[in-house]
């Protein structure tokens, strides 16, 4: 190939004279000193060049700006690369004669080095036949490199050319500081050389690098069912003497040898879209890394129906037309495929398909296979052709061959006109000719509009076997006035997750042309994406009025037609894409169209997600059936947004998205304790209306015990069983009362605080699970809310307290304490009083707060100090500031009346602890506490006091008295701990730190 240099030179032009010699523009000694600065600049842009290839981009086109050059990328942005000041961009090629040409003008020196020594000899190919070329035999192996032809060079930091007649290189007076971009396979190397003659080289693609190959399971281009990848055939055919074949005067030969091809043409799913294949090398490699040489063409886009000459494909699906391998030695060649193929030992090799471009390698995983197969008698049946034009060239359509795993073994063929009277009247009279070396045919005249003509398919197989005259196939040829030019419109990739919505079965306002899945259950969910309404306008402008008529017709009586391509792997067994074109709906209103895409699991096939398909709706003439225009719409669908989430509710706490917390009511089943908890609170999205209705998707959505413990409880109404105990949301039991609630676990769990593992299951309409990263497994625990409470809730406000210098007692009550629970709500522990001076019972308290007693707070017989009066309280214990235990009882005291007289002397009850007492003299109220213990802490609880307004007497909180013995120093503060116990039996410290006065 000739290469293109396209140079922005750093210093001056080159400039060429006829006898070889060369004369610098300008004397550069006086810009030495800036020389440096704009060479490293010129770098940065390479660099530059180089992030961008890194981020994924390629370049669209490359041409000289001022003196530099300017490349354009695929997202429409450009980088410039600048010259030196002063310098002339240009481009060195090497002209047809063999000279060097600058900017086009020959420069009168040879540019053709002296040829290089012979590599060794290849593998002989095919022997092309005589007259007309045949198809190309393979490719012998390429021999060593001959010595290197001669390219422009830099010597001492100067240009140099290559002068054939001298046999040696001219340097020029042109400093070589230069970038020079040089077109190749794929791209362009663009390199910087310079003034110390020093390069840096990188390649910059013209199309996306290809990131994976995924191979399609059937092959749409030349079968209508499915083909499977694991049952390929590698078809051979013997043909033992040179065949001659074709029309009379345009004849080709078949050379003897045998011939090698794979037995489809295979569809192939690049990924990025942007790659383009073309520029790949494809090859089917055995599992022992040896190429089958199962020969391909060059990869062509494909687009529906049509396959496309530019290097694009806008659903990134691209077709590897099959190709023949000759060998001449046929015996070398059983043998040599026999080991390729491994058919001889039961144990044939898997095969991987493999794209080169450069140093770029991208295979797909071993799982196809081919079977070796020699070819028989093949048999090709035709369409007719229905809607030809004038002027338009058409190849024949194959409507299948016997045997069709077979199909691949026709080499060639070439059309001729049956040869009856009639029809050659009808040729000559509608202008019909055969064109492209009997590969295609056309009419000429318009006379031929409603006529038709039968044309004969001769064809000749890789074995020789020519089938010609009256022995070929035929097929008939019509052509019609109206609706020659299909119009077509293309509409802007869909790409969005697959959000659907329940729709009624009965599909109002969309019509389904390829009809519905009938024999789904009556009660099945059918759910339905639409897409946005896309305007038709462009599409009837360029209709006549006569074809509008048509089209409208076509559309009012349903005489449209949806299919389906694209899906990688998996998708296309079964010929999935029919099916799934079964799922497709359309409505036309206001000159615009909606699709209906529907999702359903009792349907037989579903789209996959993340999958590149293309649509494509044609309307058909009503009486020829034949098309009038198709709207293409490329589309994908990515994973749907999650719709039912976790959400807290006032008892259900999500600690994270993988720890679910249940703080439920005591409930008593048969004597023994369970907490009952509202797990339906941490899933409200579930409900299309709060707690009566669900929403869709809601029966697909299961949970289920992942351990093999088996618990005392329901989940969901149904006992703990162990792994695979499972429930959807659907059995979610919303009740106004605890027992109703259907999840529960007793006690005894709740106090260890066992944590339970959920696996969550959910797929989206029942078709697709959600991802890890959407629904997660969790851990489940009845919690308490005493329990849960952080420490530092659950504590004195003062760090300390001291008692009465003579009686040694300290009272405290809810406004010495914070109390919060785990759910940040406050609690009390003892009876309060209200505005109006009456009592307020702490159980009504703590019910306002959420902190029911009896239910999930404390038993309603629950005192901050327990036990019997006049012994030890049970739940409380004695520590140093150190946390040391300290030998000192606690013994529960008892609370009743106390006097007061005119010497203002309180005298407590007899056999009482502490006293509640009225002074009339001072109108004063509250606590005193009697003669303390000489050796134990007497803790007394005291109820609240109504106020006595009549006497002027204000209400007396609940509290606690703390009284310390004498035996107890000033240089001693003693911490007591208080153990606060709820319904469940799970407890908390409540500390409490006193000490004597000094």
Sequence with gaps: MRKKYLSALLFGALLVASTGTFTSCKDYDDDISNLQTQINDVKTAISELQAKVDGGKYVTDVVKEGDGIKITWNDNSSS???????????????????????????????????????????????????????PAGPQGPQGEAGADGHDVQIIDGYWAIWDAEKGDYVKTQSLAGSVIAVETDGGYNFTITDANGEQQTIFVPTSATMGYIDILDYDQVNYAYPTYLSSMKALYGINEKDVTYGPTGSQKTLAKGLYMTLDRDLMVVVNPQGTDASDYAFNLMNSANQDTELKFKEAVPYEGDALLSRATSANGIWVLPHDFTRYEDIEEARTKNYLLFKENDNSAYALSLTASLNNTTVKTPYDLKAELKKIGTVNVYLNNL??????????????????????????????????????????????????????????????????????????ILMDGTVVQGDKAPQFTAYMHEEMAAEKELTLNRLNVALDATLISKDYPEFTHPN????????????????????????LLTQMSDVEKAVWNSAIEHNSVRVDIIGGEGDNNDDWQNWANAINVGYQIKD?????????????????????????????LDEDTQTPVASIVLPFEFTQPTLDITRVDGEKAIWVSDTELKLYGDKVTKDGKDYMYAPLYEAFTTAYEKKYSAFVPNAEYYFLSLKTRNVYDGLFMGTPWGGAGTFASLENLDYSATAEGWATSIDVENVQLKTPIAIHADYKFYGVYPATEEQVKDFTLQFASLLGDAKDEDI?????????????????????????VDALGDSFYLFDGVKADGTIDNRSDMNRRQGFEEGTEGFETTFK???????????????????????????????????????????????????????????????????????????VTNLPAKQANKPAGYAA????????LPANVGTTEPVVLKFELIDVFGVTKTLSVTVKAAK
Excluded at 928 to 934: E, G, H, I, L, Y
Excluded at 956 to 963: E, H, L, N, S, Y
Aim: aromatic share 10%; charged share 20%.
């Design 80 to 134: 410039v690369i600048e010259t030196i000041k002063g310098a002339d961009g240009t481009i060195v090629t090497i002209g047809e004669n063999g000279n060097w040409f600058i900017d086009g003008v020959d420069q009168g020196i040879s540019a053709k080095g002296e040829k290089g020594d012979k590599g060794d000899k290849g593998d002989q190919g095919e022997q092309g036949p005589a007259g007309e070329q045949g």
């Design 386 to 459: 229905e809607n030809c034009a004038v002027n338009v060239e058409y190849a024949p359509s194959i409507n299948w061959t016997d045997p069709t795993q077979d199909a691949a073994a026709v080499y060639d063929y070439w059309l001729t006109f049956e040869q009856s009277a009639d029809n050659l009247k009808d040729v000559q009279l509608y202008g019909a000719e055969i064109v492209n070396d009997g590969h295609s045919f056309r009419y000429t005249r318009d006379t031929g509009v409603n006529n038709s003509v039968r044309l004969v398919y001769n064809y």
């Design 515 to 538: 009809g519905v899945w009938a024999e789904i259950p009556a009660d099945a969910k059918v759910f339905a994406l639409n897409t946005e309404a896309y305007s038709l306008s462009d």
């Design 591 to 619: 000159n615009a169209i909606t699709f209906q895409f529907l999702v359903c699991k009792d349907y037989d096939y579903n789209f996959k997600l993340n999958n590149a398909y293309q649509l494509t709706f044609t309307a």
């Design 795 to 819: 504590v004195t406000k003062d760090p300390d307290y001291t008692v009465h210098n003579v009686t040694r007692e300290v009272i405290l009550d809810d406004e010495d304490f914070t109390l």
């Design 864 to 938: 901050l100090a327990m036990g019997t009066a006049g012994q030890e309280v049970t739940n409380v214990t004695v520590e140093d500031i150190n946390g040391d235990p300290l030998n000192i009882n606690v013994l529960l005291g008892v609370a009743g009346t106390a006097t007061v007289d005119a010497n203002g002397t309180i005298t407590v009850e007899a056999s009482k602890n502490a006293g509640y007492y009225e002074n009339n003299y001072t109108k004063t109220n509250g606590w005193a506490a009697a003669t303390n213990n000489s050796n134990a802490i007497i």
């Design 956 to 963: 007396v909180p609940g509290g606690i008295m703390i009284q």
